[in-house]
């Protein structure tokens, strides 16, 4: 008896969670969503998944010729869009994108952060400024969208806010050091508000992505062995194994933002890999120290400067390892 009173209690709290869910899903058609770093990538197909949607979208870039481009693509299929030049690392910038999407689009709805950099190589390679630059954008640059556009939220008690960090803001990655330091303190800083403004009517969630297939390697910065450094990370960024196709964590991202979820962690791998990191955190710490032994050292030869992934390439990548993460590159703006 005593089992069947557990069982029973077990799914009514089941089913009062999935009506709750049910209930505060949005209808995404005619809302105002920003996308930062919308004009390429995992942005980008976003953008394209909200404009079918119905959305009223607003996207921002630092390359100007770049954002146009994504703009016309966007533009063509009757979406509702404005293209704005902006660094979200500038604080002025970022209000002044919040300011003309509201004045052009209406009150914003939802805002997607996701504009981001990445620096690759050994942490003796890095330098305090990689470290600045990475907060800057990653961190900052959330924080300065998320202080724009609370006020309006919280003056009509309703808004969602998605917040895509990175599963290296819950595994701090070998040879990516500054770009997981940057994605722990968004992560942070998510969770924290998340409980914070909900009771105002405002649902931030939390993304927490692996590998994806955005074509985005060419644009991350390389030190040390930098030729090698681009090699085993775009190859990692493309193989099918290793990562999703960016098509699939957008849907997964833009369903996140309609149902107003926490916390979600996309693709098998980084699921596996966050559950072992949960439940054995010094296991998943040494088994990262093997994994650094394999990865490229500086070496004589290594570069203290960045050197861009398009400029890294080798007779490893581009090659048909790469073959998924170039044919997204070309698709998603990441390839002029």
């Known amino acids: 008896m005593k089992r069947h009173m557990l069982l ?22 005619a809302r105002t969503v920003l996308v ?14 909200l404009v079918r949607e119905g959305v009223r979208v607003a996207i921002c870039g630092r390359d100007e010729a770049t954002l146009e481009r994504a703009r016309a693509e966007l533009s063509a299929s009757d979406g509702h869009v404005l293209a704005v030049a902006c660094d979200v690392s500038r604080q002025d910038e970022v209000e002044r994108f919040v300011a003309r999407a509201t004045s052009e689009l209406g009150p914003i709805d939802a805002l997607v952060n ?39 939220m919280r003056r009509r008690r309703t808004g969602r806010i998605v917040n895509v960090a990175s599963i290296g803001g819950k595994i701090s990655v070998p040879h990516l050091v500054p770009y997981s330091a940057s994605k722990f303190a968004l992560v942070g800083l998510s969770e924290g508000l998340r409980a914070e403004v909900a009771r105002e009517g405002i649902q931030v ?14 644009h991350a910065l390389f030190k040390g062995r930098y030729r090698a450094e681009y090699a085993w990370f775009s190859i990692s960024d493309s193989l099918p194994f290793t990562s999703i196709p960016a098509e699939q964590a957008a849907a997964e991202i833009v369903d996140t933002l309609r149902g107003g979820d926490a916390y979600r962690v996309l693709s098998r791998p980084a699921q596996l890999a966050s559950l072992l990191h949960a439940i054995l955190p010094g296991a998943t710490m040494n088994l990262l120290g093997v994994v650094n032994r394999v990865l490229p050292r500086s070496g004589r ?21 790469t073959r998924l993460g170039d044919e997204a590159a070309r698709k998603n703006n990441e390839a002029a």
């Open 301 to 321: 030869a290594g570069v203290h400067e960045a050197v861009s992934g398009s400029e890294s390439t080798s007779i490893f990548s581009p090659s048909f390892l």
């Open 8 to 29: 029973a209690a077990g799914l009514g709290l089941l089913a009062a969670r999935a009506l709750r869910r049910q209930s505060r899903r949005w209808d995404l058609a």
């Open 205 to 218: 969630s939390t993304i927490c992505p692996g590998l994806m297939r955005t074509g985005s390697p060419r």
């Open 114 to 152: 996701n504009a981001g950099v990445i620096t690759v190589g050994p942490v003796d390679t890095m330098s305090v400024e990689d470290f600045r630059m990475a907060m800057d954008t990653n961190f900052w640059g959330p924080l300065y969208a998320i202080m724009a556009v609370l006020p309006q």
């Open 36 to 49: 930062t770093g919308g004009s390429r990538g995992l942005g980008l197909v976003i953008a394209r998944q």
